[in-house]
């Protein structure tokens, strides 16, 4: 594990900030119709970038840049709560923030 358990903590807040607040994306990808094709992988790539956003956001806070592997880290991650936040944007009422896999 490379980054922190701090700024892994965050990130994974803000994942859950996201998925709880799915909805409100999901709303927003559907202004773009139709522009987009798909309104649920507009919404998660509009959730992810918010995250990703977030993550650099931390370490600038912190006067650092994120190394090559921070990054392979986060992708990582993200890649493990994917289902959740997609299930999030199809099905916002079936989520419950437990559902979230174990960390590694």
Same mark, same amino acid.
């Given at each position: 594990? +490379?980054? #922190?358990?701090?700024?892994? *903590? %965050? $990130?994974?807040?803000?994942? *859950?900030?996201? $998925?709880?607040?799915?909805? !409100?994306?999901?709303?927003? =990808?559907?202004? %773009? +119709? @139709?522009? +987009?094709? !798909?309104v649920? *992988?507009?919404? %998660?790539?509009? $959730?992810?970038?918010? +995250?990703? #956003?977030?993550?650099?956001? =931390?370490?600038?806070? /912190? /006067?650092? #840049? @994120? #190394?090559?592997? *921070?990054?392979?880290? %986060?992708?990582q991650?993200?890649?493990?709560?994917? @289902?959740? $936040?997609?299930? !999030?944007?199809?099905? @916002?009422?079936?989520?419950?923030? !437990?559902?979230?896999?174990?960390? =590694?």
């Amino acid at each position: 594990m +490379v980054i #922190s358990k701090e700024n892994r *903590d %965050f $990130i994974d807040s803000l994942i *859950d900030y996201y $998925i709880n607040e799915s909805e !409100s994306y999901k709303q927003i =990808a559907e202004n %773009f +119709v @139709p522009e +987009v094709e !798909s309104v649920t *992988d507009t919404a %998660f790539g509009i $959730i992810t970038g918010c +995250v990703y #956003s977030g993550f650099l956001q =931390a370490y600038q806070n /912190q /006067q650092q #840049s @994120p #190394s090559l592997e *921070d990054m392979k880290e %986060f992708n990582q991650i993200i890649k493990k709560r994917a @289902p959740l $936040i997609k299930k !999030s944007i199809l099905n @916002p009422s079936s989520i419950e923030i !437990s559902d979230k896999p174990d960390q =590694a």
